[in-house]
């Protein structure tokens, strides 16, 4: 008799605590999530206080090349100032060519004319290292400015062409 009031108890004891830990396990999984939605509505503040909407510039780049040109490496200058640069792996390159946009740039800039360049290195025509530096200037204003540039093939000239628009 004792041995089943024992066993009756460890069972009663075990399934108390099997309950407590469910519930336990609920708890860290709605503190987690809650993490999660911290650490995002967080990200998004600091984007909005170190990148106001009054002075935001981005520039991002695509590609619709592969023939002509695989990109190996880019620099991005801001009024003659360094402010992005990014080596390419070959997976990398290849989501370019298969139509991701990747953001080079994103900061802060001040009213007025700008001078955006853009230096690339890579590949192309009859396989041969190509070098490219191509240029464009623009005017902030107060709202936000996004910039892309656009690799292209050019099957005429059997030649990369790089293009510029303002989003």
């Given amino acids: 008799m004792k041995q089943f009031c024992l066993s009756l108890m460890l069972l009663f004891t075990l399934g108390v605590q099997a309950q407590e830990s469910s519930a336990l396990n609920t708890q860290i999984e709605d503190l987690k999530k809650q993490v999660i939605s911290l650490n995002r509505d967080l990200y998004l503040l600091e984007e909005d206080l170190l990148f106001p909407a009054s002075t935001q510039v ?16 880019v620099e991005l200058h801001l009024d003659d100032k360094l402010v992005a640069s990014h080596l390419y792996t070959q997976r990398q390159a290849n989501a370019l060519v298969r139509g991701g946009v990747q953001k080079l740039y994103l900061g802060n800039l001040a009213r007025g004319e700008h001078k955006l360049t853009a230096y690339f290195v890579g590949i192309g025509p009859h396989q041969r290292e190509y070098k490219r530096a191509v240029s464009t200037s623009f005017t902030k204003q107060d709202d936000p400015k996004a910039l892309q540039i656009h690799i292209r093939d050019d099957a005429s000239k059997q030649q990369p062409e790089f293009l510029f628009e303002e989003l």
Avoid: E, H, K, P
């Fill in 58 to 73: 981005a520039v991002y780049l695509d590609m619709d090349a592969g023939q002509y040109f695989r990109i190996d490496a």
